[in-house]
């Protein structure tokens, strides 16, 4: 071939270099043969395409074009053409080419690691940080940085996976607070979603293994309003508008005050049934200021900052949204579930 430079834009060179490219998809003999032809006279680098790129009046893009248009068509018989060729190849062998296939099955994502992007991709659109947490954290982080009390039941053995005596399994997404105000300077606003562990019996709400999500927000001048705000934009993102969200006092060693959030029940809508204990609402979460010696904890003023952090249970943001009445089928990875979503 011509290069570039030396192909000028007369028709004859144009009928050759049309005859060439048509010999040689033709004469392709399987879709390797077939796409090397094309890439040859029709691709990106060809003389045919560089010429368009360069084409400054009507004629001769219009000739160009023609070219091309009907080289592509070229290009699709033989495509049509070799397929054919394959069936007949086939047909000969004694091969039935009308059976239908086995289906394949197309993998997704587990309906949890889905809920979880999307929480994070509601935080991400508030300007918040994403944190990737340790399941295993010191006894400190876990427990005493976020001033839990040294004698209380939920550090026991009973109740927490222990792998040394300083060393647990993560019992919330709680101590990752302490770390992301260790690693950060302030201004900070972080989500980290990820596994938590506690020796619970399984039952339709709990397992010993289980998502949640931490939220912490430390700023100057933040208030109990922004925390409010967050939750519901929160809840209205992942639920849409039509479920009741609700407040309540609680208690919490890390915040101060602190409160706890439900919504009405995904299986009776507030009637009252056994899911919700009879009380027509599901707790999803727990969540407050930051208590000023949690921030003395890591070193921060607490006259200077301040801060709301929350905890929401991930499973049970799922079993709410689909209406799923036990989170144990999460975990035992039966695909007749999991399918579904
Ligand atoms: N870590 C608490 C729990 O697991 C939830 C929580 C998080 C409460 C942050 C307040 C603030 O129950």
Known sequence: MDSVAAMSLDDANWTAYEAGARAAID?????????????????RKSELVQALRGVRDRESGMLLNGVRGRLETAVAERETALQQLLWEAAADSGVDVTIPGLPVERG?????????????DVFLGMGYEVWDGNEVA?????????????????RSINDTFYIDSDTVLRTHTSPDQIRAMLARTPPLYMVSPGRCYRRDTPDATHSPIFLQVECLAVDRGITLADLQGTVLQFFRALFGEDREVRM??????????????????????????????????????GAGWVDPDVFRNVDLDPDEWQGFAFGFGIERIAMLR?????????WENDLRVLGQF
């Open 322 to 330: 689909h209406g799923l009445p036990d989170l144990r089928a999460f």
């Open 27 to 43: 004469a392709a003999l399987s879709d390797a043969e077939l796409d090397a032809a094309r890439v040859a006279w029709l691709g």
């Open 108 to 120: 997704r994502l587990h309906l949890l690691t889905q809920i979880r992007r999307e929480i994070e």
């Open 138 to 154: 010191t006894v400190w982080e876990n427990f005493d940085a976020l001033t839990s009390d040294p004698g209380h039941p939920s």
């Open 248 to 285: 309540r006092t609680s208690f919490f060693p890390f915040t101060e005050p602190s409160v706890e959030f439900d919504v009405t029940c995904f299986i009776c809508s507030g009637r009252g049934c056994a899911t919700c204990k009879r009380s027509g609402w599901i707790e999803m979460g």
